[in-house]
């Protein structure tokens, strides 16, 4: 795995690419994107396998909806010209809005007319999936601007028996057991949320695909959110619920505010411990419990589904203000916040990787001086350097797991794997199936 | 059930019926009392069981004692004029004095008068069961403004083989398991403490005998504090322990202040649960520890008894200063505090009722948008009113009853049932017995 | 066991007589140290068994070290003045050092001198016990007022295949389980790190065998710290492990400033309950858990060793300035230090020795007033002196041990023994094997 740039400008530069495609939660827009990052993965010979789920399938308790294909939309004003259009900003036309072409007067205009009347400036992103609607959103600045007169509405779009298409990608391991990462690629032009999470899920894959001897099988996929993860679990939940030890969905992950943990339903799954020990030391870090859920870590934790799955953003959808607007542009991201991302993600994989129960191969506390592990004089603060080594010998009992130990020790886990591995060579640890 | 006035009114002016009467731990003035009660309950039909237990009847480690009546009482000055009055307030002779007839100067009279030197305005209430003795309370003030002086001091009492009297009344379910509601009836002339519990139980039982298909058998007991449910407990308690899922002490539910609830034992019981989660979120609620118990919770909770019992009250007893003296009269409690009191006691009710471990009938979150119960449109902000619902669902897995649910996703239990009905209208939610 | 003075007075005195010793982690230092222990235990007839383990002996992970011996050291000037004087402080000879008689300057004299630069007035305390060096400690104000000239360097030791001491004392109770009660020897002259353990330690066995009908049995152990515990475990580990119920190093406890406890390894055993039960309504105490741990509790609680072992200290060795220099003499210990720590661990001696489940013999709470246990005369506020009682009556379910009942009702246990006799004696009690 090389990247041409550090990984930050790299992905960055990767989610710029996607922006300005117009996705939903079924058609060519998905598609494109899909292709984009396969020609990403290829790069390490790595690529999704595409799979389509035709409209009217039965999916769990719900159906797969009809395609929709959209090629143009606007609202002219009686001299012909623009004031609303689609080719500007894909954000301008409600998500599956059935065709039209009619002249209305401003109040009925207004009928169909969406703002955000608590920000002025934006365009508020708003879909209609499982309601047949026509509608278009504006800034309210905008709307109130626009004069009293006939206005030519147009929507050229379609809805029609097509498929919903998902993407995955299956790394295997040492071990059947998986680790789930998935984000979802039904949202048109906003930048963190949501490019940031695919365009973070693919480098991941590369990322995965450079360790040699990996413990686990790792599982990328990429689906429209809530029907995408609701058709994907219908189809592989026997598979997932046999296998699947841990897992996170991506969302939101390009911006350098803050890091945010969506816990699971319960916050005991192993998904949770890693986050949580890795990120419980950062000074900007957020936690959010499962009431604060929303995105694709709903349907992994629904009742009967139950999977071990959690959240991982940096501003956290939803509770930032230019979540779901047209100000989630590529300034709202950046190469910093994609790298910071990416780095906790590569500490989340390899301390699962590293994750088990291990027990000192000696009985008692060792003698550590003549392993040269230990200073040889002894003056009051000598053993300062040592404690987060005597500190994890202590507590290596067979009963503790790396996240256990690193709660017990207080030390984040990524930086317990560095000392495991020296005692492991010293032959003063084991790793064993738990006590 | 029909209330003529509201139910605070009611509730008032029937505590005002019953404020007079002298009563004790045991004779006439709690079949009086118990009389007037019955009245009440009567107009659904309804009465208590009344059982007289006989002076020297073994109750557990105690003694039925001997039953207590008192015609008059006084101190007189020399000029024959009535010092201290019986007449007045019969809070003036401690309960259980022995019969007396003495002319006493005022040191010697003062060996026998039991004042509140903390609150001098008031006369004390002042027991002694199980110890012979004869004693009057008044005033720290009135007994400073006596003057030396020679005093008739008469006590026209009697102590007799009679007997202690209870209540009971048991309203059947469907379930042979029991919630238990009871209070005190061998406080003289108090309002809060104790004309408040008893007419709160009395109302309770008739809304209980309006609940259609109720679940549980609801069991009423009213009697004299510690010996009473001492009594009670030595006679019923196989049963009792058999049966008796929650249980609760009413004290102290007539004024408008805080609400309080006294833990169990073990603060583990469905009874503590259901109170906590009910009471939680009031602004004005104090929870008090067990260690805090002073009324017949300790009997319930007490070794080898162990019922699953707490205390309700609003100002705790023990804790206002107007507590077990002349002050606590019919000014201290209101309409507005009964009422508080019965629409918490409704809720506990109906939360036990409803209470249950839940699951979804559907594999994963269902597609609640096409039964009318989800926004079809999408913008953000737009979930905000389904959001108890939606999280209700995600935790009914079988493995939560209503007030697990309700700590789940901090909602209070009362406002889950309407959701509860809703989801099962629709056939998406079961009960079960617990996972 | 009579104690001529005070019993602070007496500890005070006998720290004194050690603290001029030089001892190391062997040698005739530690071998005089327990002959003037000895004597004092000989006032009860007491006395240590002292045990030599031969230089070269395996001891777990470990070998036994050459014992030391030294005779003289010092630096002298070119005028023959001694400038470093081993015979004015122990402490300016680096422990273990190796023989050397040369002349050096005072760049090369620099090489082997140890400072505390943080603590310019002070001779560091500072070891090599594993690997072989000389040195001397002095204070960083007398090394920079050195001048510069040749100095004569000598030390007038030796190591050798001699053995290393350790002693203990058994005194035997009614059951075969065990508490133990440790320290250690190896210190030279420093007051209460550690002249103060092992004086404490020998008042204590004094005051055990005083006590009559002792449940347990009661192990006091006296060796060099580190090396010396892990030998004594390797040769005694399997009793250990099957009798020890609960354990405690005695480290720095003759200063009067606060109390420290350091947890064990899990925080959770019975040495840890009776300690934090003991010491948690004072206001001068301080909790360290295990990663602060430093004694011989490492070795008592190190993988695969897990005795229930933790530490008591006044001031914490490693917390206060003195620690580990010369400044931690005479003046920093006190009678009355000695006998806070005197007693606190009397009350942990006796509160293990009444701890047990204890439930009521009666049903429901008895009639307290008939044995003259309650106040015959009720009135507000007439219960507060029996509150402790009524609480520790209601939780003796059979459930709760004495820690348990000091925690539920929030007394601490030493207060709690004389109502469990009160209510032992009156029949109301019995002690149980657990429920």
């Known amino acids: 795995m090389d990247f041409e740039k550090g990984i930050g400008e790299e992905l960055y530069d990767l989610a710029g690419k996607i922006f ?30 595409i799979t389509e789920v035709p409209s009217g399938s039965k999916v769990l308790d719900w159906t797969v909806p009809k395609e929709w294909r959209i090629r143009d939309a ?17 954000l301008h036309v409600v998500g599956y809005s059935l065709p039209m072409d009619e002249w209305l007067n401003k109040e009925e205009l207004g009928k169909i007319i969406y703002t955000q009347k608590d920000q002025p400036d934006v365009i508020p992103y708003v879909t209609s999936y499982y309601k047949e609607r026509s509608g278009f959103c504006i800034s309210q600045k905008d709307w109130d601007a626009l004069p009293e007169q006939k206005y030519h509405v147009v929507i050229d779009s379609e809805l029609f028996d097509g498929s919903l298409t998902y993407a995955d990608l299956v790394i295997p391991g040492v071990s059947e057991k998986e680790i789930l990462i998935t984000s ?42 809530t029907i995408g993860s609701i058709t994907y679990l219908s189809r592989n939940l026997e598979h ?9 969905v991506l969302s939101c992950v390009g911006d350098d505010h803050h890091y945010s943990m969506i816990a699971s339903r319960y916050a005991n799954t192993l998904a949770d411990k890693a986050f949580e020990t890795i990120l419980c030391d950062k000074e900007n870090y957020e936690y959010y419990s499962f009431l604060k859920r929303g995105s694709d870590e709903r349907q ?7 999977l071990p799955v959690v959240g991982f953003c940096r501003s956290k959808y939803g509770e930032f203000p230019e979540y779901h607007t047209s100000a989630d542009n590529m300034s709202y991201v950046s190469a910093k916040g994609f790298e910071g991302s990416f780095e906790v993600m590569k500490d989340w994989i390899n301390c699962l990787e590293w994750n088990g129960y291990y027990r000192m191969t000696v009985l008692g506390e060792p003698q550590l001086g003549k392993k040269g592990l230990y200073p040889t004089v002894s003056q009051k603060g000598s053993y300062d350097g ?36 020296k005692l492991l060579e010293h032959g003063l640890l084991e790793k064993i199936d738990r006590e």
């Open 240 to 248: 997932l619920k046999k296998n699947v030890i841990a897992g996170v």
């Open 300 to 306: 992994y934790n629904a009742p009967g589904i139950e």
């Open 386 to 421: 040592v404690m987060a080594m005597m500190n994890l010998i202590t507590y290596c009992d067979g009963r503790n797991d790396l996240f256990d130990l690193s709660d017990l020790i207080d030390v984040a886990p990524q930086e317990l794997i560095p000392i495991v591995q």
């Open 20 to 49: 300005p495609i117009c996705r939903s939660i079924t058609g060519d827009g998905v598609r494109e994107t899909l292709r984009i990052l396969n020609e990403y993965l290829g790069k390490d010979g790595l690529s999704f396998e």
């Open 74 to 90: 606007y609202v002219a004003d009686e001299s012909g010209k623009r004031v609303i259009d689609f080719q500007k900003n894909n």
């Open 184 to 225: 979802y690629t039904c949202h048109p032009s906003m930048a963190n949320n949501e490019c940031s999470g695919p365009v973070l899920l693919v480098a991941l894959a590369r990322y995965v695909n450079s360790l040699k001897d990996r413990q686990y099988t790792y599982r990328f996929v990429l689906n429209p959110e």
